[in-house]
């Protein structure tokens, strides 16, 4: 198993040619007519997009992975919130979800079969231009792969779906003739969510990055290598690239979310979870950084609020949260911290700090061991030997503030 997940990583690497970021980044010819035409829309028109008394819609992706599953449970409880148009379900997850849905729930949900491989992610004309006229916020939660993925790999699912969202959010800005007319003449706003990791880019992990640009700091282009974080990365860059006028976009990066809910297969989860059922942590020889944890209902409850926050702002003008952009920009960045910087060499003390009592310290190769006996997925056994294979640090970025 552990070739097949490192597979990817090392297969055919020479023949990967030099990547041009520039122009990976670029808003593809199709994109730029549409924001030509959207463009041409008035200021006075502009304006219009908001909320309605009703409440707003809010279209999700990712809406069956971790956390997308619990940003939708956040964003069907806020009180603003009317509808979540879920796209790019996969068919066989449609009923998981429906099953999860609380019964409490303030706000109805809709389903729509796809992928991030699948055009126009799954939508029927008819159903993008249905989103189109009623959607009042995009939230993108969803990706595909991880660090031992090549850029190539995920430059569809990652890079390239985005492009989608771009043009469903444009294509508001155009649609008329429906009773909705009148809030749908911008774009309809794209909060993004990206990856910690994309941070580790502009350097050492030591020093805390305020949320901003890293355009400045391009993935290496000789073979497109870590390729999850070159996509997140290439997809940030290429909304700033998109920035329009009519257009408000926010890019959110989070630390990672600590619940008991999360998945087997979420990885830093599953370190937590076996360590402590094990009151043994493993030794992280290789790590650089920090340990950086939130728990998850906190910040996917602060990323729905910052979606219908996100949702009414007027054009060109940034969220009232915390961001390093100037006011008259119409991207913004946000981070979200557990708040505690904890080095990874002192992880066994975070550890007994947290939980209270003692805790052993083995190297990781025991430990994956000893946690597999107490029923740690194979798939988070096999990712870790295939990262510990490849010779790559494990690197996290403390997103707070000194």
Not at 145 to 161: I, S, V
Not at 180 to 200: H, Q, V
Not at 207 to 218: A, E, G, K, Y
Not at 330 to 346: A, D, E, L, N, V
Request: net charge negative; hydrophobic share 40%; glycine share 6%.
């Amino acid at each position: 198993m552990t070739r097949a997940v490192f597979e990817d990583s090392t297969a055919a690497a020479e023949e990967n040619p030099r990547i041009d970021w520039d122009a990976e980044t670029a808003v593809p010819e199709w994109l730029q007519e549409e924001i030509k035409k959207v463009e041409m829309t008035t200021v006075a028109d502009a304006a219009k997009r908001g909320k309605t008394e009703a409440g707003i819609e809010v279209l999700l992706t990712g809406a069956s992975s971790f956390p997308g599953s619990h940003i939708l449970t956040a964003l069907l409880h806020h009180p603003s919130v009317r509808k979540v148009h879920c796209i790019a379900v996969p068919s066989d997850h449609h009923h998981q979800l429906s099953s999860s849905i609380p019964s409490a729930s303030v706000a109805e949900v809709a389903y729509y079969t796809g992928t991030l491989l699948s055009k126009n992610l799954g939508l029927t004309p008819t159903e993008r231009n249905h989103l189109a006229q009623t959607v009042h916020i995009i939230v993108h939660t969803a990706a595909h792969g991880h660090c031992l993925n090549r850029f190539a790999t995920l430059r569809r699912p990652n890079l390239e779906a985005l492009h989608s969202l771009a043009s469903l959010s444009l294509a508001s800005s155009l649609t008329s003739g429906s009773a909705s007319s009148s809030l749908c003449k911008t774009a309809i706003p794209i909060l993004y969510l990206s990856s910690p990791r994309t941070l580790l880019l502009a350097g050492t992990s030591e020093t805390p990055r305020p949320p901003s640009s890293l355009r400045d700091f391009p993935p290496p282009a000789v073979d497109g290598s870590d390729g999850y974080t070159a996509s997140k990365w290439a997809g940030e860059v290429f909304l700033e690239n998109l920035i329009s006028p009519s257009l408000n976009i926010a890019v959110h990066r989070s630390c990672t979310l600590v619940s008991s809910q999360a998945p087997n297969s979420d990885a830093m989860n599953g370190i937590l979870r076996y360590s402590l059922a094990m009151r043994t942590v493993p030794r992280l020889r290789r790590a650089k950084g920090f340990l950086d944890f939130a728990p998850l209902d906190d910040v996917v409850g602060r990323i729905a609020a910052a979606a219908v926050e996100l949702a009414s702002v007027p054009r060109g003008t940034s969220p009232s949260v915390a961001e390093a952009s100037p006011p008259s920009s119409s991207i913004h960045f946000r981070h979200h911290s557990g708040g505690i910087k904890t080095p990874f060499s002192q992880f066994r003390t975070h550890m007994e700090t947290v939980y209270g009592g003692a805790f052993d310290e083995v190297d990781m190769q025991e430990w994956l061991v000893r946690a597999a006996r107490q029923g740690l997925d194979p798939l988070i056994t096999a990712y870790i030997e295939a990262l510990l294979e490849s010779g790559m640090p494990l690197v996290s970025p403390y997103l707070g503030e000194e």
